[in-house]
T-cell receptor, first 116, second 114 residues
Framework: KAGVTQTPRYLIKTRGQQVTLSCSPI?????VSWYQQTPGQGLQFLFEYFSETQRNKGNFPGRFSGRQFSNSRSEMNVSTLELGDSALYLCASSPLGTGGPNTEAFFGQGTRLTVV | GENVEQHPSTLSVQEGDSAVIKCTYS??????FPWYKQELGKGPQLIIDIRSNVGEKKDQRIAVTLNKTAKHFSLHITETQPEDSAVYFC?????????????FGTGTKLQVIP
C-alpha cells in the first residue's frame, strides 16, 4: 500500500507570494491533517479535513487555508507569504471515521518551504 | 486546550544504555497517547501507543508507561542502538464529537553514541 505522498518536497518562494501544497493520503483514508513543523515550535496543528469538510482548525491566521477533494486528496494554501512561514509542512492521513476513535496518523515526508 | 510538555529536549546516551523521555498533559479527557519517531528528512512514524485503560505496554526494546492520575506518560528505550538516534514526539489525543484532537509535545532529540 502506498504511503502518504506530499508534493513538492522542496519549495522556495518570495515574501508576498502564495503557495499551494498537495497531499495524497493512503488509499481508503478519509481524514487528512496538516501540521507546521519549525525548530522552535515543534509540530503545530493547522487543520483537519474529513470527507471534504474542515472538522478542526488550529490557531493560525486566515492566510492559511485548505481543502479536500472527493478522492480525499488535500491541498493547503498560504497567501501573502511571510519569512516566518518557512517551515516543514507535514500532512497526515488517518482512517478516522472508518476505523473508529484513537487511530494512528500516518505522515508524509513533508514539503520544505523556504520564504526569502 | 490541551497543553503537552515533553522533557528533555535533547538526550545523549551511550550505546547499550537506556533512554527515558517524559511527557505531561493537562486534559484528563485525553485517552490515546502515541509516540512518534522522526528521522532526518522523513515524516514522524508511530513507534508505540497506549490507551487510557492500560498502564504499560511493551514492544521489544520500547515500552511506554501511563499514569492517568498524575497525567504523565513516558517512553523507555532499552539497549539503545545508533539507529535509535532521531527526534521523538509524544502526542496526546482526545476523541470527542466524532473526531480526534491531537496535540504534540515539542520533541526530544536523542543521540546514541557508539
Amino acid at each position: 500500500k502506498a504511503g502518504v505522498t506530499q508534493t513538492p518536497r522542496y519549495l522556495i518562494k518570495t515574501r508576498g507570494q502564495q503557495v499551494t501544497l498537495s497531499c495524497s493520503p493512503i488509499s481508503g483514508h478519509r481524514s487528512v491533517s496538516w501540521y507546521q513543523q519549525t525548530p522552535g515550535q515543534g509540530l503545530q496543528f493547522l487543520f483537519e479535513y474529513f470527507s471534504e469538510t474542515q472538522r478542526n482548525k488550529g490557531n493560525f491566521p486566515g492566510r492559511f487555508s485548505g481543502r479536500q477533494f472527493s478522492n480525499s486528496r488535500s491541498e493547503m494554501n498560504v497567501s501573502t507569504l511571510e519569512l516566518g512561514d518557512s517551515a516543514l509542512y507535514l500532512c497526515a492521513s488517518s482512517p478516522l471515521g472508518t476505523g473508529g476513535p484513537n487511530t494512528e496518523a500516518f505522515f508524509g515526508q513533508g514539503t520544505r518551504l523556504t520564504v526569502v | 486546550g490541551e497543553n503537552v510538555e515533553q522533557h528533555p529536549s535533547t538526550l545523549s546516551v551511550q550505546e547499550g544504555d537506556s533512554a527515558v523521555i517524559k511527557c505531561t498533559y493537562s486534559d484528563s479527557a485525553s485517552n490515546y497517547f502515541p509516540w512518534y519517531k522522526q528521522e532526518l528528512g522523513k515524516g514522524p512514524q508511530l513507534i508505540i501507543d497506549i490507551r487510557s485503560n492500560v498502564g504499560e505496554k511493551k514492544d521489544q526494546r520500547i515500552a511506554v508507561t501511563l499514569n492517568k492520575t498524575a497525567k504523565h506518560f513516558s517512553l523507555h528505550i532499552t539497549e539503545t542502538q545508533p539507529e535509535d538516534s532521531a527526534v521523538y514526539f509524544c502526542a496526546v489525543t482526545e476523541y470527542s464529537g466524532g473526531y480526534q484532537k491531537v496535540t504534540f509535545g515539542t520533541g526530544t532529540k536523542l543521540q546514541v553514541i557508539p
